[in-house]
Nanobody
Framework: QVQLVESGGGLVQAGGSLRLSCAASGRLVSRHSLGWFRQAPGQEREFVAA????????YYGDSVKGRFTIARDNAKNTVSLQMNSLRPEDTAAYYC???????????????????WGQGTQVTVSS
């Protein structure tokens, strides 16, 4: 079983940047795809980004393409989300997620992930 702990959230002005980190622990972390999701108050949790086991394949939600970058370091068992050009609509709780996968298959759907962190809050002021 994998455990996930997010960090790096905070308050930032529109146009600014933040970097979220997720520390993964447990067995066979390198065999898990890792993703980021976010949930604003009153809204459903939505896909932000995901990275394959080896780090070579990435996917992004349409609203963050070109602004956010996901990356993983399998030596350190971490996954990061670099967020640039932040907008007020990016305000949400951000969650790290993991799913044991085969080869380079990288889930992008909420229901595909079975392990979640506790979340970290990102607030972007206008």
């Amino acid at each position: 079983q994998v455990q996930l702990v997010e960090s790096g959230g905070g308050l930032v002005q529109a146009g600014g940047s933040l970097r979220l980190s997720c520390a993964a622990s447990g067995r066979l972390v390198s065999r898990h795809s890792l993703g980021w999701f976010r949930q604003a108050p009153g809204q459903e949790r939505e896909f932000v980004a995901a990275v394959s086991r080896g780090g070579g394949t990435t996917y992004y939600g349409d609203s963050v393409k070109g602004r956010f970058t996901i990356a993983r370091d399998n030596a350190k068992n971490t996954v990061s989300l670099q967020m640039n050009s932040l907008r007020p609509e990016d305000t949400a709780a951000y969650y790290c997620a993991a799913k044991s996968t085969i080869s380079s298959y990288t889930p992008t759907q909420l229901h595909e992930y079975d392990t979640w962190g506790q979340g970290t809050q990102v607030t972007v002021s206008s």
